[in-house]
């Protein structure tokens, strides 16, 4: 068996013949154009009896046909997926039945059959057609604390694309002088090369990393930022928060007692005139003349004077009975009330002439 390799674009195409015919390896990128070749000599004679077939035998062993030429007419658009997208290249009368496709979905990947055949002569050509995908733009994520001393993996992973797929971590420079090789202590997951550990933080660590995701069919690239914090500037903070919350807290709790302090003072003053005391002496009862402005004790001394001069009046009046000619002094009448702690407001009592007890005369 003869083996030859040609390059006919950026991916490698590669054909052997043997006995069974000539075949073709050939990749191409999806939504591209591809041919796939096909040459004969048996047209050239006879071309009334030129059948051309083109087959396709798929990754899952389904076998359908993809274009025909038979009767001096091309039958092509048979399969509803490759619909508009199959037709023959070039001039397949005169020796040249390529296939072409445009544009290309990894759907047409699989083994194309070519049979070209004229007055019982048969050619055969197959030709295995891979569809390589790009990877899609793949997703940067960052997992961990960014603070010095700590650890970060950075994550990558393209969501599509053909096997493998390979990828590549990279720091980017920003500023002259910077370095795009990943900081010393950053090692790789190989069982995941989507993952990259940057080991103890460093300020230096800082700085912006690429991921690319790469296969044969191209690459794609996404980027993250990374950005390590000052340890101590993290305490500070948080310490300025505690304190803040402390003194909130702190002047509330004072605001509170302030409050309480005055209600109990508020009550206090009402309770007071409510208070009586037990060894307290209970007030004694006065005679008081009404209408009169004076003290308590000088009402007494006027009821005490009067009392006097109606008794010497009553003795006056037993040594003079015989003489009832003479005029009897009248009694002067005062109106006194009892008033008590309780009896101040209450109409006072009066004390009349007939009241008083008249002395009866006694024999000498």
């Given amino acids: 068996m003869n083996r030859k390799e040609r390059r006919c674009s950026p991916l490698p195409v590669s054909y052997y013949v043997g006995t069974l015919g000539t075949h073709t390896e050939i990749k191409r990128v999806a939504e591209e154009k591809v041919t796939l070749p096909c040459h004969h000599q048996l047209g050239l004679p006879e071309k009334d009896t030129l059948d051309i077939e083109w087959l396709l035998t798929d990754n899952e062993g389904n076998q359908k046909v993809v274009i025909t030429y038979s009767s001096h007419h091309v039958y092509s658009n048979l399969t509803e997926e490759q619909k508009g997208r199959v037709a023959f290249a070039s001039n397949f009368l005169a020796g040249d039945a390529s296939l072409q496709i445009e544009p290309l979905k990894p759907s047409d990947e699989g083994r194309y059959s070519c049979k070209v055949k004229n007055s019982g002569r048969y050619v055969w050509s197959h030709v295995i057609l891979k569809v390589l995908v790009r990877p899609s733009k793949p997703k940067c994520e960052l997992e961990g604390e960014l603070t010095e001393g700590s650890d970060v993996t950075l994550q990558c992973e393209s969501a599509s694309g053909t096997k493998p797929i390979m990828y590549y971590w990279q720091r980017l420079r920003e500023k002259e002088g910077e370095d795009e090789r990943l900081p010393p202590k950053s090692r790789i997951d190989y069982s995941n090369p989507g993952r990259v550990l940057l080991h103890n933080l460093t300020m230096s660590s800082s700085g912006l990393y690429q991921c690319t995701a790469g296969n044969e069919a191209g690459k794609e690239s996404c980027v993250v930022r990374v950005t390590v914090r000052y340890v101590q500037s993290i305490g500070m903070i948080a310490g300025a928060v ?95 009330s009892l008033v008590g702690p309780e009896g101040r407001g209450s109409e006072p009592k009066k004390v009349h002439r007939a009241t008083l007890t008249k002395a009866e005369p006694h024999p000498a």
Wanted: proline letters at 5%; charged letters at 25%.
């Fill in 242 to 336: 505690t304190g803040m919350v402390a003194g909130a807290l702190l002047i509330f709790l004072l605001v509170w007692l302030l409050i309480r302090r005055k209600d109990k003072e508020r009550y206090e003053e009402e309770e007071r005139p409510n208070e009586i005391r037990e060894d307290a002496e209970a007030p004694k009862a006065r005679l008081v003349k009404p209408g009169s402005s004076s003290s308590g004790s000088q009402s007494s001394r006027s009821g005490s004077s009067s009392t006097r001069s109606t008794a010497n009046s009553a003795s006056r009046s037993q040594r003079t009975l015989s003489t009832e000619a003479a005029p009897q002094p009248r009694l002067a009448t005062h109106t006194y």
